[in-house]
């Protein structure tokens, strides 16, 4: 297993993060320690949840997922220590958490609190933003004219900053949490968030969590190169883009148990004709080069200069082995090349 440095931060992390959106609802607990201990084992060292989970979010399964890990810990102390756990605090648009309300500094402080609860730890490695207070490029929504620049008020927005990063100092000061970061943000945010930091001596921002795959490119290389420059780790989430890469929801499948066959199609916005053209044509590279699309996927986002650690998921211990193996790959130049024509025909597929 290889590491990085999360971003300014001293925690080395392995170049994979196991994600956990699945603990809760098509994980149970057995399922969730088997994975976590075979990926301690493998060298992983990276955990990352949130409040909301499990996924799909709904209010019955809001924080099982925070309480399946808790759950471990409790088991596994000795272990704490090696782990970096990472979680994150909802933002604004759930009923069911704060009334759908957005962050601020007290639900920071409340929502620290419960985490560690049901965590059953005294500390978060990495406490993260999981998305901004205003409407950003992410979700669907990264299309122009998609929303109005105009309708957010950036005092306000910047107000609500400086406010959330006074409460991430009094956790930090406190030492319930080691270092914050965001997700689902953009190199406006960033910079603002480092800005503020710098200016009334708060806490900086390790790391940023986006959507990033080979379906999904577009803070390559904008944002990526601010992350570099600005030493915040760069940690794409859905480098499987939500499975469609791994071939599996081919020809309007939808597996038994899979993620998609538990959503509402019409919120399943990345099955587009044009994503499943691309992920075919990626099933034909990876099969030409005896490995498995989803190892494809994982090693080309691995790959990727600017990528800090590529968070994974999996239902099942032989996907999680697939996913794993694929960290060990290095796709020579012409697979590279095969694959950046794939990209240049279908750059935005959804």
Not at 115 to 127: G, M, V
Not at 189 to 207: D, Q, R
Not at 220 to 238: F, G, K, N, Q, T
Not at 306 to 312: E, K, L, N
Request: hydrophobic share 40%.
């Amino acid at each position: 297993m290889e590491y990085a440095k999360l971003g300014h931060s001293e925690l080395q992390v392995s170049r994979v993060c196991l994600g956990s959106m699945t603990w809760g609802v098509q994980n149970n607990q057995h399922d969730a320690d088997e994975q976590i201990n075979h990926a301690l084992a493998q060298g992983v060292n990276f955990i990352d949840t949130a409040e909301m989970y499990a996924i799909p979010p709904t209010p019955d399964t809001y924080g099982k997922t925070e309480a399946i890990i808790g759950d471990w810990i409790a088991r596994n102390q000795a272990k704490r220590q090696e782990t970096i756990i990472a979680t994150k605090i909802a933002g604004p648009g759930m009923h069911w958490v704060r009334d759908g309300g957005p962050i601020t500094g007290e639900a920071v402080i409340q929502s620290v609190e419960n985490s560690l609860k049901r965590l059953q730890t005294d500390y978060i490695d990495l406490y993260q933003l999981h998305w901004p207070n205003r409407t950003s490029p992410h979700f669907g929504k990264q299309w122009p004219n998609t929303f109005s620049f105009a309708d957010v008020d950036v005092n306000s927005q910047r107000s609500q900053m400086l406010e959330i990063l006074q409460a991430l100092n009094e956790c930090i000061t406190a030492g319930k949490i080691r270092h914050c970061g965001l997700s689902d943000e953009t190199t406006w945010g960033i910079s603002t968030y480092l800005e503020l930091a710098e200016k009334h001596s708060l806490p900086k921002m390790v790391s940023i969590q986006n959507e990033f795959s080979l379906l999904c490119q577009k803070d390559w290389p904008y944002l990526i190169e601010h992350c570099h420059h600005a030493d915040v780790a760069y940690l794409p989430w859905s480098p499987l883009a939500s499975g469609l890469l791994t071939g599996k929801y081919a020809n309007g499948a939808r597996p038994a148990g899979s993620r998609w066959s538990l959503m509402n199609s019409n919120n399943i916005y990345r099955s587009t004709e044009l994503a499943h053209s691309a992920v075919a044509q990626y099933a034909d590279i990876a099969k030409d080069i005896g490995i498995t699309p989803a190892q494809l996927a994982l090693a080309w986002c691995n790959s990727v200069q600017g990528v800090t650690s590529s968070i994974i998921g999996a239902t099942s211990m032989a996907q999680l082995k697939e996913d794993l193996a694929a960290f060990e790959l290095t796709l020579d130049n012409e697979t590279q090349k095969r694959i950046a024509n794939v990209i240049k025909q279908i750059p935005a597929p959804y």
